[in-house]
């Protein structure tokens, strides 16, 4: 609807793809006090963590135009993928239950963590019917299966990420742009952003080019390099500028600019998805003191590659660094409380085989 989100104020033309009301907006921006004071320098964070009553997190951001296109085609079950811990599956699974949508998830198994575990347990509590599948193969395999048999089935990708959801965070960026000149925050410098499946950081370095924010994005890659890549990254930001210029052709096209602000940082990988590594739990620490709930597995490795980047670049004091919080930071003990493992099925048990 126009007017309803930053991205239809700026462009009322696009206000005829369809977009339904998924999060709380804006999310807050605040200084953290107890980083900047560590880093010597003014450190921000954009609250994402805070996008959703239930389960928040940059999902539920994408949701608003994938779900919008669910609704529009008339689907009731959605397919999709993951790991066991998958955010992704917990999110959609939330939102599906709001829409009246099932969702299937086809899962792989991963380094288990308390954190796996909690999603692994709220996937069941909130509907989903969790498939574990042995390899790649038989996962797409299987999925293609299901969608060929239910054809009230709608695939979603891996974390949402298709050009659909990066318009989610083409808004964010205009989001974000709307609170600069509010004033609520000063224009950043550069913003430190998780990369998986990449529409978090396409969708915000097309965004910020497009509404004229000089920031930088440094996305910290948490997945395998080769398919969480810098050129990966442009190909969907330009698939999604492509969705919005059929709709507008006024708007400029920004492909070749957008290179230029993007870096994509692999460094503090770990070496394997979900890998522990020594910067992520400093920075969950660090965090703390200024009551940050992060993990290990994304947003841990971002705040860590943040806080190496300033530790080795000398920077002018007045520089302004935006970390951008995508994890989910909503208290699941209600939900938690109500479910044990043995409620989940057989096969699942194993991953809490310490637990009596
Ligand atoms: C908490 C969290 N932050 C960030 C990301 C990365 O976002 P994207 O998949 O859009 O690159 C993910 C998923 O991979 C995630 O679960």
């Given at each position: 609807?126009?007017?309803?989100?930053?991205?239809?104020?700026?462009?009322?033309?696009?206000?005829?793809?369809?977009?339904?009301?998924?999060?709380?907006?804006?999310?807050?921006?605040?200084?953290?006090?107890?980083?900047?004071?560590?880093?010597?320098?003014?450190?921000?964070?954009?609250?994402?963590?805070?996008?959703?009553?239930?389960?928040?997190?940059?999902?539920?951001?994408?949701?608003?135009?994938?779900?919008?296109?669910?609704?529009?085609?008339?689907?009731?079950?959605?397919?999709?993928?993951?790991?066991?811990?998958?955010?992704?599956?917990?999110?959609?699974a939330v939102t599906a239950r709001d829409f009246d949508l099932s969702t299937h998830l086809f899962v792989l198994e991963q380094p288990i963590s308390e954190g796996v575990r909690e999603n692994l347990?709220?996937?069941?509590?909130?509907?989903?019917?969790?498939?574990?599948m042995k390899n790649t193969f038989h996962r797409k395999l299987a999925m293609k299966i299901k969608l060929m048999l239910d054809r009230s089935s709608y695939f979603v990708t891996l974390g949402a990420?298709?050009?659909?959801?990066?318009?989610?965070?083409?808004?964010?960026?205009?989001?974000?742009?709307?609170?600069?000149?509010?004033?609520?925050?000063?224009?950043?410098?550069?913003?430190?952003?998780?990369?998986?499946?990449?529409?978090?950081?396409?969708?915000?370095?097309?965004?910020?080019?497009?509404?004229?924010?000089?920031?930088?994005?440094?996305?910290?890659?948490?997945?395998?390099?080769?398919?969480?890549?810098?050129?990966?990254?442009?190909?969907?930001?330009?698939?999604?500028?492509?969705?919005?210029?059929?709709?507008?052709?006024?708007?400029?096209?920004?492909?070749?600019?957008?290179?230029?602000?993007?870096?994509?940082?692999?460094?503090?990988?770990?070496?394997?998805?979900?890998?522990?590594?020594?910067?992520?739990?400093?920075?969950?620490?660090?965090?703390?003191?200024?009551?940050?709930?992060?993990?290990?597995?994304?947003?841990?490795?971002?705040?860590?590659?943040?806080?190496?980047?300033?530790?080795?670049?000398?920077?002018?004091?007045?520089?302004?660094?935006?970390?951008?919080?995508?994890?989910?930071?909503?208290?699941?003990?209600?939900?938690?409380?109500?479910?044990?493992?043995?409620?989940?099925?057989?096969?699942?048990?194993?991953?809490?085989?310490?637990?009596?």
């Open positions: 609807m126009v007017g309803e989100i930053p991205l239809f104020r700026k462009y009322p033309k696009l206000a005829t793809i369809p977009w339904v009301s998924v999060i709380v907006s804006p999310t807050p921006v605040h200084k953290i006090v107890q980083t900047s004071t560590t880093l010597k320098r003014a450190i921000w964070v954009k609250r994402d963590d805070l996008t959703h009553t239930v389960y928040g997190g940059n999902k539920p951001r994408k949701y608003e135009f994938v779900f919008a296109d669910i609704l529009r085609k008339g689907k009731e079950t959605i397919v999709t993928l993951g790991s066991i811990g998958t955010n992704h599956g917990l999110a959609t347990l709220c996937h069941h509590f909130f509907g989903a019917k969790v498939h574990l990420s298709s050009p659909l959801g990066t318009l989610g965070f083409v808004n964010a960026a205009f989001e974000l742009k709307e609170q600069i000149e509010k004033k609520l925050i000063p224009e950043p410098d550069k913003l430190f952003v998780t990369a998986g499946s990449l529409a978090t950081c396409a969708g915000l370095v097309l965004g910020l080019e497009l509404a004229k924010v000089k920031t930088k994005v440094i996305g910290i890659g948490v997945t395998d390099p080769v398919r969480s890549s810098k050129q990966n990254t442009i190909k969907l930001a330009k698939k999604a500028l492509e969705i919005m210029r059929n709709k507008d052709d006024s708007i400029p096209d920004v492909s070749e600019k957008i290179e230029n602000r993007l870096i994509i940082d692999h460094s503090y990988f770990g070496g394997k998805y979900g890998a522990s590594t020594k910067e992520a739990l400093e920075a969950i620490d660090l965090a703390k003191k200024d009551e940050l709930k992060l993990e290990h597995t994304y947003t841990g490795k971002t705040l860590g590659g943040l806080i190496d980047y300033c530790q080795k670049n000398k920077v002018t004091k007045d520089e302004i660094t935006l970390f951008w919080n995508s994890k989910s930071s909503a208290d699941m003990s209600p939900y938690l409380n109500q479910i044990t493992y043995r409620d989940l099925p057989k096969e699942f048990h194993k991953f809490f085989d310490n637990e009596t």
